[in-house]
């Protein structure tokens, strides 16, 4: 039986930073790194701080460019295969990011409304403006937040979780495939993270939206994920089924890692 | 922030408003003032060296001109060269900064190179070069010059402005809704630098009315028409200081040090408003 | 390699190619504006001169043989590199027929006793006091400090000259009015000829040091600001280390940044150190320009401008060296300069 | 045996031209020798502002406006600043900067800021002195001696934090006060920073600690003793286990039912959310700060601010629990 072709397919992703004017550095961001996100699917990708997560997730965002290996989305090579501004503007319409500053997301320069004006341009070119600002309150309402509350303001006059909110509603305006959340809720306090993370996994189950969740919380990725991917200096180092992952990690990376979280009903024995 | 908050906190800025409000004084003496006072600035029909009186309020001047009228004249094409040579040097800084930032790699590192090379050069001493093979120089010509020796410092900043911004996530999202490179940099990256382009439009200006007067000090500034740096020029080639001739050198070195520091005062009162880390308590 | 030699290599090309851009620069200029207007203003200068006329074909014979304009051009571009390599700078028509790399290089030291040490003492104070008033941000004194250090910066050195002329020359009579040093004493190195030089020389240095410290002070405090409201020093300050300390430690943390801007502003200071000259007839390169740009002698002009450019160059490369010694960061190849 | 440090009934408040800023609205609180007592709050609760009056470092914009601050029976909040520099800071009460790729100052060598640390306090020694008694001090806690020779930005992040934990504690202070001394670092680093705090307490360098956070699963790893802080006011104050266990205030049950650890007993939960956002401290409300919130609030929380009440070993903050008798 073939298997069906995934959503996403990334394959022996690599990326080398050279930094350094007079003392140049080799900086092996990404080394090799294949996996794939089916439909439906929420993929969470998981490691500290310089692992090399948010460069994966901007290479697949189309934001930056690899150093060697593929990102085929649909069967399609996103750095080879799009050449003309229409198939990247399909490509933006297909695959929408979060970030993880819900206040760096925002121009401070202007009011909530431009991150969805500049949207606009995705989608279909014969609808009216009418439509297109009542796509934007349907997606408003659909994550939580009220239309009229939000448009007009500017981002400081929202709180963290709002922000973030009005940048998940922005991605849905165009009805993307899939939705790559870097570190989506890194920023916002305990309380308001439950909300985020609930919505989209309603956004899953109800849209069938395929998301990579990108998070240096196993915490997190544990009770949003269908599957764990775990990355370390740059590398994949593990795979697998949240569950099966928190009670029986193999790499020993995947150990210490799991070892060293603060758990709540379980205190450190070496400490 | 909004606008009405924008001049709030401008006006409760004591910095900012004595410059803005020197400024605009001097602004308004010279364009309304040869208006009032319509003496010919060159005419030297009047007695020689005479202190202030009824008739010359500021005097006359060692062969015999009016003072105050070529204050009130100089005023105003001192205000025009900077503000030409300003707008010249901000084209020039902005783009050359703006492109290295932007394009990155051969292209970013050759043109800081020549940046920085153009800034190690001694300005007054190039314009000097430069100046001194016109046989006749404009108003304009003077302040196109002094605008293309004056950019480098602007360059670098904007440079460093926008390094910094492009990896600012608004800068993604807009990637993300498929605008380009050219519309993030006007729509996205320019804004967000308003206020430094704004001090240093401030600050160019009063460099440039400085560096007029220090070339035509030496007599390579302008061959027509009366700018403050013209008439230091008379002041120092009819030795105006050591004849005690203060009606003519003093009030014309208050002006350009008013002009020069209220510019430089409002650049400094922007930053205390609008940079955080300035503020304070 | 090393990074430090890595580091001087690129100092060593980025300066040559200065160089080079420079003397490029000098050769175009002169050949690119239409006209050939220094050789019209010659000639017109010749023409109202009313001198032996011979005398005045000599002379224009001599600035044409320089410029070499009858010879092609890239002939006329390894001349002039031949010979700014063996320091013909050319003849003076002001001072014919002097050569220009005589006078300059005659009047070169006054200009640097001047300008060397008014620069640097003024930077070194306008930093103490520009950390100073940051350190005491908001009261009396430094909103003192800060008023003059804006005014102070806003005056041109050449124009704080005619207040000190005025006022310290003209009016009180302390110092002279004019010159280097009292006419009919020769530089030498007698007590008589260092005293009256020491007494020329105290307004135009003061002109220089004072506006100076307005430049630096501004700067620094602005750095001052950002070093004391930065976090090592709220927890320095937290630990208990005293305000002496922490006033040390800005003025520290300020004066590798300000190295940099020592560089940078040396080539807009040099101009300005200049025109000071001019006001108080001192004799050193400004003064010497300055004769020169009245009768139009464009091979002076051209020759102090490439002895004063490279020496800001040099200056600039020996800053560089400095900043990178002292850097910590550099030194240790964190970052790269 | 009286407290090593006592807050009575502190009022802290940021006042600038732009308005005024309720940071920290009557805290009492007790912090007893030997104990880790862990401050656990959301971002703009005013924990940090709490941790800068437990030293009396207030300054403006921020005033202490009511309530005093007392070490070991001293009224801090009446000692001159130089004098808390000079005899309190650093060597009775020490402090863990928060951020640490900032807090140590970029251009001297670890030992030289140890050595004009030492020798505000102790002017008698000499530099090789100090340098002994730092070289020892980082031999006891397992530190790379080597890092004294370095300059901040030569360390790693989690050996810049110990590195400055180091110095916060080489005078032996009684009382250390960390402020969010992890949230900068990854797991495996901030366990080793935690191991670092808790050996320094074990061993008994410093007699008690203060431990702020954001991350109640960091401080169920090392306090003896929680606070809960909203908008700027304690709501409840009691043994880790109890509060964590059986919280009483509804804010301090919500808040820890929003933990997502990776522990079958977490996840069997589910998620759980606080609809609305903290208030807004230059307007506090009026009565209970988490009425607004609070899915049990009546008219009288909103009107009236709740008293403590005790109950067994803890103090909680609510008129559900009773706090409105007086």
Known sequence: MELPEPLLRVENLSKVFVVGLFTRRRIDAVKGVSFTIGRR???????????????????????????????????????????????????????????????????????????FKQMFKLLPKDMDDEERWGLVEKALIEVGLNPRYVLGKYPHELSGGERQRVMIARALLVEPKLLIADEPVSMLDATLRSGILKLLMKLRDERGLSILFITHDMGLAYYVSDRILVMYRGELVEEGHPDELIESPRHPYTKRLISDIPLLYRKWSDI | MRFPRIVSELLANKKFVTGISVFLAVLIIGAVGPLLYPVDPEDMSFPSSMPPCPEHPLGTDYVGRDVLAQLLRGILSSLYVGFLAGVVALAIGVLVGAVAAM??????????????????????????????????????????????????????????????????DFVYMSL?????????????????????????????????????AGISFIGLGPTEGVTLGRIFFWIQTNNAVIRGLWW?????????????????????????????????? | MHPITKFLLRKILFYTATFIIMLVITFVLPRAIPGNAVLMQLRQFMRTAATNPEAIEERYRALLSYFGLDKPLWEQFVDYLWRVAHGDLGVSIT??????????????????????????ASWFVGNVLGTYAAHRRNTAIDNALFSTFV?????????????????????????????????????????????????????????????????????????????????????????GVPESRLLRYAFKNILVPQITGFSMQLGFAVGGALLTEIVFSYPGVGWLLYRGTITQDYMLIQGSFIVVASSVLLANFITDILYAVIDPRIRKGYVSA | MPPLLKLDDVYAQYITRYGTVYAV??????????????????????????????????????HLVRGRVLLQGVELNRLPRDRLKREVWGKQVSLVPQSVMNALNPTMRVRDIIRDFVKVHNPELDDDEVYSMARDRFEELGLDIRALDLYPFELSGGMRQRVAIAIATLLNPKLLIADEPTSALDVSTQKVVLKLLKRLWNEGIVKSIVFITHDIAVVRQIATRIAVMYAGKIVEVGPLEEVIFKPLHPYTELLISSILTPEPEVKKRGLVEIRGAPPDLRTPPRGCPFAERCPYATDRCRREEPRPVVIGSRLIYCHLRGGGAA
């Open chain 1, 41 to 115: 699917e929420i993929v969470s990708l998981v490691g500290e701080s310089g692992s090399g997560k948010t460069t994966t997730a901007k290479i697949i965002l189309r934001l930056e460019k690899p150093t060697s290996g593929r990102v085929l989305f649909e069967g399609r090579d996103v750095w080879r295969d799009l050449r003309s501004r229409e198939d990247i503007l399909w490509y933006r319409r297909s695959v929408q990011g979060v970030m993880q500053d819900p206040y760096g997301a925002f121009n401070p320069f202007y009011r909530v409304d431009r991150v």
């Open chain 2, 103 to 168: 394009r990155g790699g051969v292209v970013d590192e050759g043109l800081m190179a020549f940046t920085n090379a153009v800034l190690l050069m001694p300005t007054t001493l190039v314009l000097i070069l430069i100046a001194a093979l016109f046989k006749t120089r404009s108003i304009e010509l003077v302040a196109l010059l002094i605008g293309i020796t004056s950019w480098p410092w602007l360059a670098r900043v904007v440079r460093g402005e926008f390094l910094s911004l492009k990896e600012r």
């Open chain 2, 176 to 212: 993300l809704a498929g605008d380009r490179w050219l519309s993030i940099s006007l729509f996205d990256l320019l804004p967000n630098m308003a206020t430094y382009i704004a001090m240093s439009f401030a600050e160019l200006v009063a460099g440039a009315i400085l560096q007029e």
């Open chain 2, 248 to 281: 003519w050198w003093l009030p014309t070195t208050v002006v350009i040090v008013a002009i020069a520091a209220s510019l430089v005062l409002v650049s400094i009162s922007l930053d205390e408003v609008f940079n955080p880390r300035l503020r304070g308590g």
């Open chain 3, 95 to 120: 001072f014919f027929p002097k050569r220009v790399s005589d006078l300059i290089f005659s009047s070169l030291p006054w200009s640097l006793a001047l300008l060397v040490p008014a620069y640097t």
């Open chain 3, 151 to 239: 005014v102070l910066s806003q005056v041109p050195y050449f124009i704080f000259g005619f207040f000190l002329l005025a006022t310290f020359a003209v009016q009180m009579r302390i110092f002279p009015t004019y010159g280097g040093w009292d006419v009919g004493l020769v530089p030498s190195l007698t007590w008589d000829f260092i005293r009256s030089y020491l007494h020329h020389y105290a307004l135009p240095f003061l002109s220089i040091f004072l506006t100076g410290i307005g430049v630096w002070g501004t700067g620094a405090r602005t750095m001052a600001i950002y070093e004391f409201g930065s976090d090592y020093m709220e927890y320095a300050d937290s630990m």
């Open chain 4, 25 to 62: 609205n009557g805290v009492s609180l007790e912090i007893g020798e030997g104990e880790i007592l862990g401050i656990v709050g959301e971002s703009g609760c005013g924990k940090s502002t709490l941790a800068r009056v437990m030293m009396m470092n207030v300054k403006p914009p921020l």
